[in-house]
């Protein structure tokens, strides 16, 4: 028997080779940190979210610090799909990385034909859906607030593509349990959860909101409660796999986030202060599990009563 | 190649009230340190504050290998460092971000204001070893904040104004820059301060046909280009946004509108 603890997790149809994967929007597309990592020893990367156009985002301040977070509202600044598929998939493909393609769209048919180009495209493992972003007028999160939409996207989705189907909840709602089981009843394979809070900071000299967009997501290790709270009351109730994340800072906050239901983890903030945290988080996972005598499998979930 | 480490202080002294330097061994780092890039600071090991701070490369030793920092106390970050002792190890990543172009044999005038001086006392040492007339003008509150030792031990010409009088021309460092200075002496400008100080600079080389380059500065996330948190529109016709940590921190007078 080798030391080496069984990693590999199956993400609704997606087999990663770790459970450790980077959070949307805080990666970009993987090239950004290759200098600090090798992005292919990831579970998995999912990519900036992407739109069908261009999108400028929104005007700065875009970001500004909070105790122990930060505030973002960057408005999915991206180059596009087409701009996507040509130029920065070609790069991850090259490299080996298992890729999520986020998305989003102004409306349900643009979901559906983004998840049409995924589909035609290979080097793509799986699409997270971006029914949760903040902070876009239009699209996002008023596609994750309603059990209604976002059965609608899900399954306008499900008849373009085969790859699984990981909607990303929102938890800006006032029942995230109620959410969840609309994306699994529309034929989700995977909840990914969570994203941002909303949130907003002052700027009392100026006396106005600090972010250009007003209102922004609270992410880092000041959303891990929250973040844990609402796995641990979806992991009661569905049976897809959950994608976790909110605030993980290290190995000790990723078995938590094992230990309430998620079978994987993103990684999103953490990245921004050490560039490398995924190495030492994957390393400190395997350490525990030996220590423990215990598997990946094992743990998911076994906090929950 | 940038990377993250911990590095020995060897020095955290306090100039004036609220304006520091501080020095670090970086044997790795100090061959690769262009003028004009930054490194990103982590400020704690606790989670509040949670992000790095990037701050200008002020001076690098190559002799020592050491790399100086200038920073000024702004907030719960800056706040922090001061409590660092020598003997200290912190964690640093970089260096990060464009440099300022070099160009040897020409006569260039650097204007500094504030703690926005400090990338220009680097970019005046590699300037005067490719054979440069350099003359530095630094805006400050008053003499304690003045590096006039450093700058001349580079062999620059440093030009000091400070607001309370305490040295040097009293005022605003613009007015010594217009006061003092012959444009038709000048073949570059170098400039970074506030931003209303270095609108005036780039008016003054605008009117004179000189170009220039400018450093910018903002909050940033992960100082990498990934997490598109220090985004600037350069015009203000442009619709796309520019990163100032990898696009920048150095632009272009003529592509900018400030």
């Known amino acids: 028997m080798s ?36 992005i292919a020893q990831l579970g998995a990367v999912i990519i900036t979210g992407t739109t069908l156009e261009p999108r400028a985002g929104n005007p700065p301040p875009r970001i500004t610090e909070t105790a122990s977070g930060m505030l973002n509202a960057i408005g999915l600044e991206n180059p596009g799909v087409k701009v996507f598929l040509s130029d920065h998939l070609p790069y991850l493909k090259n490299k080996n990385v298992t890729v999520i393609a986020n998305i989003a769209g102004n409306t349900v048919e643009e979901y559906a034909r983004l998840a049409a180009l995924m589909e035609n495209s290979t080097g793509i493992g799986a699409i997270e859906l971006n029914i949760s972003c903040p902070n876009v007028e239009k699209g996002g999160l008023q596609f994750g607030t309603s059990p209604k939409m976002v059965q609608d996207v899900v399954k306008a989705v499900r008849n ?69 709270r609402m796995i641990y009351q979806v992991y009661q109730v569905v049976d897809i796999p959950i994608l976790g994340g909110g605030g993980i800072m290290n190995y000790k906050d990723a078995i938590e986030f094992f230990l309430v239901g998620a079978r994987a983890i993103a990684i999103g903030t953490a990245n921004f202060v050490h560039p490398m945290i995924t190495q030492e988080i994957l390393a400190g996972i395997k350490g525990y599990l030996l220590e423990k005598e215990t598997s990946l499998s094992e743990l998911v979930g076994k906090a929950v009563k | 190649m940038p990377g993250v480490d911990k590095y020995l202080i060897l020095k955290n002294q306090p100039l004036d009230k609220d304006l520091y330097e501080m020095e670090f061994l970086a044997p790795n780092l100090v061959p690769t340190c ?7 600071l982590l400020p704690s090991s606790t989670l509040d504050p949670l992000l790095r701070r990037p701050i200008s490369l002020y001076d690098v030793d190559r002799k020592k290998e050491t790399i100086t920092l200038l920073y000024k106390v702004v907030g719960k970050g800056t706040m922090l460092m001061t409590n660092v002792e020598s003997n200290d190890y912190v964690d640093i990543m970089g260096p990060l971000g464009n440099n300022f172009t070099l160009k040897a044999d020409q006569n260039v005038v650097l204007v500094g204001g504030g703690v926005g001086v400090a990338p220009l006392v680097y970019l005046a040492r590699r300037l005067k070893e490719i054979d440069c007339k350099v003359t530095l003008l630094h805006g400050a509150e008053n003499q304690n904040q003045l590096i ?32 003092e200075i012959d444009p038709r002496d000048i073949d570059f400008i170098y400039t970074c301060g506030p931003e209303l100080m270095m609108s005036e600079v780039v008016s003054f080389a605008n009117r004179n046909n000189i170009s220039g380059q400018l450093s910018l500065e903002e909050h940033m996330a992960c100082g990498i280009g990934a997490c598109l948190g220090c985004v600037r529109r350069l015009r203000s016709s442009d619709t796309n946004y520019v990163k100032v940590c990898k696009d920048g921190p150095v632009f272009n007078f003529n592509d900018i509108d400030i």
């Open chain 1, 3 to 38: 030391n080496e603890p069984d990693l590999q997790v199956n993400l609704g149809g997606l087999l990663l080779d770790n459970p450790i994967t980077v959070a949307s929007g805080t990666f970009g597309y993987g090239r950004e940190y290759e200098d600090y990592i090798d």
């Open chain 2, 148 to 179: 006039k030792a450093r700058v001349e031990q580079i062999g620059a010409s440093y030009k000091p104004a400070t607001m309370d009088g305490s040295y040097g021309y009293e005022g605003f460092i613009t007015d010594l820059l217009l006061e």
């Open chain 2, 34 to 40: 262009e003028p004009g890039q930054f490194i990103h």
């Open chain 1, 160 to 228: 373009e593509t085969s790859l699984p189907i990981i909607p990303k909840l929102s938890p800006n709602v006032s029942d995230i349990v109620e959410i969840a089981v609309a994306a699994e009843e529309a034929g989700a394979h995977a909840l990914s959860m969570i994203n941002t809070l909303m949130g907003m900071a002052i700027d009392i000299d100026l006396q106005k909101p600090v972010l250009g967009n007003v209102f922004g997501g609270l992410s880092g290790p000041a959303i891990k409660p929250v973040a844990l």
